[in-house]
């Protein structure tokens, strides 16, 4: 029977969500450099133009509108939006560094002092309010520069950049920032190595090879980066952070039940075993005989890969996945961004993606009967049209019923018995959305005045969910 009342624990750590690329714009000051976002077009296509054989945005830049650009400008209005979030009432905000910020190259030997000192006035205005930054160092932030003369993560030589830029940030900031992450959504490299890795294999006979071997390095740098805190900073914790999906069988046909069972652990769990148990899962060495796949190791990676473990587990949930071995052209769930059939049991969002907080139950569960770490649910949101009323307000109660129910799962997988740290829900204030380019896919609950032509007054509007998730932090989950 459900309950009516939710149980999180005395300082459970409630606030929002969101990215540099995404929010900040300033794209060009303070010494910033190029990274892949910021040649990123507007519109669903984006991907897809980035990808291109042809694309080279030094040639193309008048061609194609840059949301990414100006973004919602947090970089000059950070203090008036970390003002909106103290009135909520958060408890922390997670956010990322621009890597080309502090390294407007990658490559450079000195970080960058004008990017540094931006984000030493962001900490500060946040702890101004009792708010503890969490802190993601590389959220589909790399730097251009690597990416054309190095072949981004597929080569050895940003590992070094990486420890560079990571060491950088725990020296600067060691009395500022205790939660850290390092890589967001890395699994997401499986279907978009673009963003988080700065390739796209267009070969399918060496697509595993190398993308698998960018996993390794990067699982390298993060090991390197987690020693590295723990030394500088040894009150901090640190994380991995990953998107996670869960899979279900299409039905009980046993060939669809082990295809799911496949496709989770590649998913869902190969990135998250080595970053939490240190080691390469014996699953996968079956999949890199059956792909082909040799990686180059070298003396030592593995051990300090094994010492390299992080302290918890932050997680992205937006839909659950499910599958089947075979599938007609019909059945495929498009909307999704992990792919599958469509369930028939869940609706979807205005983009299409399946909407099933009973999947962020069971996925807790599955992640804390895995690891036994730590959870910190750092990314869950919906993104969807608001229509701004004659008064001036936006009643999203859509927004409010999908996060509510949501909530309301995460309360019911504590009392399964899942260590949940908190809860940080996507795109706490609109912005550019980074899978289509859109200011009209809001997540936030505050409303801001951009639109995707560019157009509008950046004016901060709360939204109805704004007063709602006020109440949420205020009663600590109990009024829902």
Not at 385 to 409: C, F, M, P
Not at 422 to 451: A, E, N, P
């Amino acid at each position: 029977m459900e309950r009516n009342q939710q149980s999180f624990p005395e300082g459970f750590l409630w606030g929002g969500a969101t990215a540099a690329n995404q929010i900040e714009g300033g794209f060009r000051e303070g010494n910033k450099g190029l990274n892949i976002s910021d040649v990123l077009p507007g519109g669903k296509e984006r991907l897809k133009i980035l990808m291109s054989p042809g694309f080279n945005f030094e040639i193309d830049h008048e061609k194609y509108r840059y949301p990414n650009h100006e973004a919602i400008d947090f970089y000059h209005r950070y203090k008036e939006d970390i003002a909106l979030f103290a009135e909520m009432g958060f408890k922390v905000f997670r956010m990322s560094i621009a890597w080309t910020r502090i390294f407007p190259n990658g490559d450079e030997l000195e970080p960058n002092e004008a990017g540094l000192a931006f984000y030493d006035r962001v900490f500060d205005e946040l702890h101004k309010y009792g708010i503890e930054p969490v802190v993601t160092i590389s959220h589909y932030e790399m730097p251009l520069h690597l990416v054309k003369e190095y072949g981004g993560w597929r080569s050895r030589q940003v590992v070094t950049f990486f420890e560079r830029y990571a060491t950088a940030l725990f020296n600067r900031y060691k009395d500022k920032v205790k939660y850290w992450m390092t890589f967001n959504e890395i699994n997401g490299a499986l279907k978009m190595p673009i963003m988080s890795m700065g390739f796209s294999p267009r070969n399918e006979e060496v697509r595993y090879q190398q993308t698998f071997q960018a996993f390794h390095h990067q699982f390298v740098a993060s090991a390197i980066a987690v020693k590295a805190c723990k030394q500088i900073i040894p009150d901090a914790k640190i994380s991995c952070m990953i998107l996670f999906a869960p899979v279900y069988s299409y039905d009980s046909n046993p060939e669809n039940v082990l295809f799911a069972l496949k496709e989770e652990e590649l998913f869902n769990y190969f990135c998250a075993d080595v970053h939490v148990r240190g080691e390469y899962p014996a699953f996968i060495q079956r999949f890199f005989k059956e792909h082909s796949v040799e990686l180059e190791i070298q003396d030592g990676d593995l051990e300090l890969i094994k010492e390299g473990t992080v302290d918890y587990i932050g997680l992205s949930y937006y839909m659950s996945r499910t599958d089947k071995k075979v599938k007609a052209e019909e059945e495929k769930a498009n909307g999704n961004i992990v792919g599958g059939v469509k369930n028939p049991f869940l609706k979807a969002s205005d983009w299409g993606w399946e909407i099933d907080p009973v999947g962020l139950r069971i996925s807790l569960n599955r992640l804390y009967g895995r690891y036994q770490v730590p959870l910190f649910v750092v990314e869950n949101g919906l993104g969807a049209y608001d229509q701004v009323e004659e008064d001036g307000t936006i009643n999203d109660n859509h927004r409010i019923d999908y996060l509510r129910e949501h909530i309301k799962a995460m309360g019911e997988a504590i009392e399964d018995g899942v260590e949940l740290m908190g809860y940080t829900s996507w795109g706490c204030i609109d912005l550019v959305s980074m899978s289509t380019g859109q200011m009209s896919k809001r997540y936030g609950f505050i409303y801001v005045d951009k639109h995707d032509d560019g157009s509008g007054t950046l004016e901060r509007k709360p939204k109805k969910s704004y007063h709602w998730y006020k109440n949420v932090i205020a009663t600590n989950g109990e009024q829902l």
